[in-house]
């Protein structure tokens, strides 16, 4: 982890999960009774690169992974998907994670982590990162669950207070409770990341774990005044809201859509936004691509194979849904 990079390439760089998702290849049967699973490249913030790497971004992911085939598996799973995967190292005796899921549209998708005994992507140290290259990206992504245990806890914070909001800087909430104990643990340490941080994108669980606060009006307001530039909530049906500290605010609806399978749309609009940042793009038109991105996910089966292209977004944005 500790090489160096020329650093000035990348437009984003994200640390956190990886994994590889087992996904059933039979939609609406339960897992028991579920005979047949394709295997894909997994793990939040590492979707987020490879759905902005299909938007046409340079990306990387800082993570690590079992010292196994599995770990194999996701390093050319990266290479092919068009990640750098300099910054993926092994942790020997530690397994790669699976995560399993089954397939209930339009709004059940029980997710199954086996991340134990612990998940290699915990094991990121500071004394590894390269956190000139850190400083140095255009955007820098981490997750919640980066907070969840030490050493990646340390390693977050190291990473967010090096950059010291240079560039572009996101924090997805990303609140997985199974991850941790107790709500109110995590909130200290989701309000240090927040101070370093120009971007908070969540849920409306997610900004109550990190604020307290769970109305989206109020929950952006209490995002921003925790120091962030811009927070993005998301409010499922109702669509996301965006408000930045000029005062700007954005409220777009979702994008009509059949799902198939809701777990990637995050990851998806993840990728989209950090695009439409780098691009320089007005509130209103990065939130409707985002949608879009992450409407199309959620039109198929897997993660992160399924993160459109330029074109495909363009398409649905079109046409005013996912056809």
Not at 48 to 75: I, Q
Not at 86 to 110: H, S
Not at 118 to 129: Q, R, T
Not at 249 to 270: Q, W
Request: proline content about 7%; glycine content about 10%.
């Amino acid at each position: 982890m500790a090489e160096s990079a020329e650093s000035s390439a990348y437009d984003l760089i994200t640390m956190g999960r990886i994994g590889v998702d087992l996904y059933p290849l039979q939609t609406g049967v339960p897992l028991p009774q579920v005979t047949s699973f394709g295997k894909f490249l997994g793990g939040s913030a590492t979707n987020v690169a490879v759905a902005a790497a299909r938007l046409g971004r340079r990306t990387a992911v800082v993570t690590r992974t079992g010292d196994d085939p599995f770990g194999a598996y996701l390093h050319e799973a990266l290479r092919d998907f068009g990640v750098d995967d300099r910054w993926v190292t092994p942790v020997p005796g530690l397994p790669t994670p699976v995560t399993f899921c089954e397939v209930f549209p339009p709004d059940d998708f029980p997710l199954y982590f086996y991340r134990l005994p612990k998940a290699p992507d915990l094991e990121i140290d500071a004394h590894e990162l390269d956190l000139d290259a850190i400083r140095d990206t255009r955007i820098f992504w981490v997750t919640g669950t980066g907070l969840s245990e030490e050493p990646s806890r340390t390693a977050t914070l190291a990473a967010l207070a090096h950059r010291a909001k240079s560039g572009t800087t996101v924090f997805d909430l990303d609140w997985r409770p199974m991850f941790w104990g107790d709500p109110e643990a995590a909130r200290p340490f989701y309000v240090e990341a927040l101070r370093h941080t120009t971007v908070a994108v969540g849920n409306l669980d997610e900004v109550e774990v990190a604020t307290g606060v769970r109305e989206p009006h109020a929950a952006a307001r209490a995002l921003l005044d925790a120091g962030v530039e811009l927070a993005v909530v998301k409010q499922g049906p109702k669509g996301v809201l965006a408000v930045n500290r000029q005062g700007e605010s954005a409220e777009v609806p979702p994008l009509p859509v059949t799902v198939l399978n809701g777990l990637g749309a995050g990851d998806a609009f993840g990728g989209s936004l950090c695009h439409g940042l780098l691009a320089g793009w007005d509130l209103a038109r990065i939130m409707r691509h985002a949608n879009a991105a992450g409407a199309i996910v959620a039109s198929r089966l897997e993660c992160s194979s399924a993160m459109p292209t330029p074109a495909e977004v363009e398409q649905a944005l079109k046409a005013g849904a996912v056809l």
